[in-house]
């Protein structure tokens, strides 16, 4: 059985003292949860090592918004695996949507960045998701399965294993409007069984597929309910305390009652 896992991307988002009292409050509400769900936040890059130590002793994990996929050298304003590995990570978000489609990653440079983040040791949480007008004219299959063929590439079925899949509709992020359960659902079948095409049955079984695009507190349950929804990847409302906390307890009560 995959074990849930609630993400929190905190995008351009939080102070010091808020990313701080953010961490502990999260301690502080989802502890308790964390045999039965994992959960990581990913703050800004300068915020990291802060929250790193408001974290704690808790399972919490830490992830960061996005590396680059070399170790080291002059990529001024770049971040290595390392670096982020220095600052306590285990995991790191690559090709978020906003990097797809506000910055211009490519698929070639997301393979890239998932190889050396696997390579470092870091669990990639690799974002994939169709735009509106894709949706609209029917290529929601195959944008997202031209996404993780070209974005997994070359990766072998032991060093895909760390990573998480998160299906995020791009006309479903940050605009209120998330897909339905329903739609989520359609899109996980499609991705485990390219999963099980491109790698394994057992490997499609196993991996995790988040589901992420105006998550919520009064969504959650209906989301965590479907069948290949193992997670959630949350922006908005990672952001506030008791609202990721609702949804990290309904991930956890969602999956121990299948
Ligand atoms: C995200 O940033 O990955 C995201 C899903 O944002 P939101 O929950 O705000 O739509």
Redesign the pocket.
């Known amino acids: 059985m995959r074990k849930p896992f609630i993400g929190g991307?905190w995008?351009m988002n939080t102070d010091s003292a808020g990313a701080v009292d953010l961490a502990k409050g999260l301690t502080q509400k989802c502890d308790s949860m964390l045999d039965r769900v994992d959960v990581a936040v990913c703050p800004p890059f300068v915020y990291l090592a802060a929250v790193r130590e408001a974290l704690g002793s808790s399972a919490i994990g830490l992830g960061a918004q996005d590396m680059y996929f070399e170790p080291k050298g002059a990529f001024t304003g770049e971040i290595s695996c390392q670096m982020l590995k220095d600052v306590g990570c285990s995991y790191v978000i690559i090709g978020?949507s906003e990097r797809r489609h506000v910055i211009g990653e490519t698929d070639e440079l997301l393979n890239k960045k998932l190889i050396a983040a696997i390579d470092a040791g870091l669990l990639p949480i690799f974002?994939v998701g169709e735009l509106l007008e894709q949706r609209k004219a029917e290529k929601t299959g195959q944008v997202v399965k031209e996404q993780i063929e070209k974005g997994m590439a070359g990766i072998s079925v032991e060093k895909a294993k760390t990573i998480t899949i998160?299906y995020?509709p791009v006309w479903?992020?940050?605009?209120g409007v998330n897909a339905t359960p329903g739609q989520a659902q359609e899109v996980h079948l499609m991705i485990r069984q390219l999963l099980a095409s491109m790698y394994n049955d057992s490997f499609a079984e196993q991996l995790r597929i988040q589901y992420?695009?105006?998550?919520n507190a009064a969504n959650a349950a209906e989301l965590m309910a479907q069948a290949d929804v193992d997670g959630l990847?949350?922006?908005?409302?990672s952001l506030k305390v008791n609202d990721f906390a609702v949804i990290v307890e309904a991930a956890a009560k969602a999956k121990s009652q299948v």
């Open positions: 991307n995008k978020h974002c998160a995020e479903a992020i940050g605009t992420g695009g105006s998550a990847l949350v922006g908005g409302a």
